[in-house]
């Protein structure tokens, strides 16, 4: 069994595990990203059919490390967002204060793992290994060991990246708590006819929210990603029945005009869970691996971005005050700063689509009370815009305006 030494390892090679590589290795520490599935630019090309949406926050985090000026000519941006509680005339129109930012932007996943991979090809203190199935985990004073059939990975940290089952959270029995929706969501790309403008739409329809966002011409067409939160089995008889083309356009119509073509469906289910911790000896969950959420608000990649900035945050400040790598304080501190941030949205998430999917008359007629009033205060709508974009927002200021 051969021996593998990295001051910090990182397990999973996804959208997180891949930046969190790049921005690590800023610091200056040899890394090495091990996964069961293969690492490669031709694997990324091909793989993951779906889109992502990166808030504002995270652009300027990609941006101070270099990433941006590659990501930003693939992306679409988003510069107004349009909620709709069943039908388009009761709506909330978001839009942001300042006109030199955008609410966030889409990009194919598939791109944002071209670019990141790229970044870590050209560092030489990154390597990776592929094809790796973690057996158990051993640490002590000094080290962490990771064992597989034919390794053992040693590592001063581990950064477990390895998404909402993580195997590393099973081995170190940390508990989470889970909530299952019992709903799936469908992904899909679509060519239609009208013009989006840039801008998102997220309808509450009582089987579930339909988000529409705006992508990148295809060949001159107009196109965009749909995701529709419905009951898994009414979904699996859609994805490959004739009705497919005839049931979408008739929830989108209305908004993005007639489908010419769908392309790249696929199903996902649709759960939640949060870490009890974030953290354990000489290991951190960052990303799906330490939390997920409900879609509604296509923010759950971003938090991820910003745990693994927090870490880049905490490691720097533990280096420059010479402390050794993986030391507990410094990753009690990553918690801290990351476990809150988490937990909010995860209950924001869940509360919101508990909330739209009642059709009860009370609690509609409530929800289009909210709608008028937040789409009709222009501060409190800039204040929600804000949050969605990635900002930090002072509630008890804006409530002493």
Known sequence: MKNINAEILIVGSGLTGLCAAGILSEIGYKIT?????????????????????ISEGSKKIFDDFGLWKNIAQHVTPINKIKVCDRKISNKIDFENANEDENLGYIVENKILKTIFFDKINKNKNINYYDGVDIKSIETNSRKVSLKSKKYIFNSNLVVAADGKFSSLRKLLKINAFKKNYNHSALFLNVIHSKDHKNQAYEIFKSSGPLAILPMKKNKNFYQSSIIWSHKTNFLKALIDSNRLSAVIEDEIKSFVGNIKKISNKKIFNLSAHINSTFYSEKLVFVGDAAHSVHPIAGQGWNLGIRDIYNLFVVLKEGRELGLELGNNVILKKYNDKTFYDAFVLYQITDKLNSIFSVDNILVKKLRNIGIDFIDNNRSLNFLISSYAMGKKINLFNWLKK
């Open 33 to 53: 990203i091990i996964d069961k599935n293969k690492i490669g630019a031709s694997y990324f090309k091909t793989g993951d059919i779906r889109t992502t949406a």
